[in-house]
């Protein structure tokens, strides 16, 4: 049964740089054609998608987080990643991460979701 | 962007009734749209994607419909384990999600 679980420091100071890691189980990411994406969720802003990425390393972001939005894939370790740069407390969120339905398809629903972990930007 | 609204924002019914959920988005999404149920402290769950189709081991209360702009999804008989926030999603472009519709319990 696949599992994806989110880790990642809880507290981010204004400005720095928030890193997650989804890591995957129960099935491998370069043995899928299924893409991989990010979503938080605040309370001012309810849900949104962060961006997406398949096995190869090809991903969409949305392009209202700019060019603050790094995504990359260690198949070696069966995990996916989420940089966001610069960061303020309009992103403190709970972040989760979260495997496209269909398969090469960027433009998704999810299916399966981790558990979601808290990120809180202050100083 | 576009944009979902869905409404109510709440809906409090009692057990056994039928609860009718809206999301209209601001531009056609062909049938392109996904609803999720979330429950408190728990990541979204995929009930229906591609507007009506039930994902797996969703029961057969879940309905949904539509196509364009309005949508509904629609739980045939309320049961206690359906109180949670439902929210549509569009994959038409880019995606994005609608601000939930609440349900309780009366």
């Known amino acids: 049964q696949l599992q994806l679980q989110e880790s990642g420091p809880g507290l981010v100071k204004p400005s720095e740089t928030l890193s997650l890691t989804c890591t995957v189980s129960?099935?491998?990411?370069?043995?899928?054609?299924?893409?991989w994406g990010w979503i938080r969720q605040s309370p001012g802003k309810g849900l949104e998608w962060i961006g997406s990425m398949d096995y190869s390393g090809i991903s969409y972001h949305n392009p209202s987080l700019k060019s603050r939005v790094t995504i990359s894939v260690d198949t070696s370790k069966n995990q996916f990643s989420l940089r966001l740069s610069s960061v303020t407390a309009a992103d403190t969120a709970v972040y989760y991460c979260a495997r496209g339905r269909q398969i090469r398809d960027p433009w998704n629903v999810f299916d399966i979701w981790g558990q979601g972990t808290t990120a809180t930007v202050s100083s | 962007e576009i944009v979902l609204t869905q409404s109510p924002a709440t809906l409090s019914l009692s057990p056994g009734e039928r609860a009718t959920l809206s999301c209209r988005a601001s531009?056609?999404?062909?049938?392109?749209l996904a609803w999720y149920q979330q429950k408190p402290g728990q990541a979204p769950r995929l009930l229906i994607h591609?507007?009506?189709y039930r994902a797996t081991g969703i029961p057969a209360r879940f309905s949904g419909s539509g196509s364009g702009t309005d949508f509904t999804l629609t739980i045939s008989s309320l049961e206690p384990e359906d109180v949670a926030v439902y929210y549509c999603?569009?994959?038409?472009?880019?995606?994005?999600f609608g601000g939930g519709t609440k349900v309780e319990i009366k």
């Open positions: 531009q056609s999404v062909s049938s392109y």
């Open positions: 999603q569009q994959r038409s472009s880019w995606l994005t």
């Open positions: 591609d507007a009506s």
């Open positions: 129960g099935g491998s990411i370069s043995g899928s054609n299924h893409y």
